[in-house]
């Protein structure tokens, strides 16, 4: 039998493998579509893919992922500010720093931990609100 780092011997010298959550990834147009929705989450780890132009946040306590584009989907029904370029922005405001990059952008969740919420405000559509925890 192979030794894995991830199994724990049990006391009768067998292996137990850790099991992991399979993340769930969250959709913010269907959690926070109406009025007075909200989503809170806290990233434990920020990942960049750049060649798909997008950021995928995970938060390992809930088991919870978000994927966050940086530029509209080219056959979108509507042209609104991606929801990267919301989630930079709202990093900026809290941090109180430019972003300059989307590499910026993920190393801000990884140096500090931050809290994102998303709340429906009416008419105003989703407000993204970094809190520094």
Known sequence: MENDNRKQT?????????EAKPLTFV?????????????????????LNEEKGC????????SQA????FDNHP??????????????RAVERALKVEIGS???LASAF???????NITHTGDKGRLWVINVL
């Open 27 to 47: 959709k913010v147009y269907e959690e926070v579509a109406s009025d007075g929705d909200q989503f809170t989450m806290t990233p434990t780890t920020a990942t």
């Open 10 to 18: 049990t006391l009768f010298g067998g292996f137990v493998k850790e």
């Open 75 to 88: 056959s979108a029904r509507f042209k609104s500010t991606p929801d990267g370029v919301r989630l930079g």
């Open 55 to 62: 950021i995928t946040l995970v938060d390992t306590t809930k």
């Open 102 to 104: 989307y590499a910026d």
């Open 66 to 69: 978000l994927t966050c584009y």
């Open 110 to 116: 990884v140096e500090n931990t931050l809290e994102l």
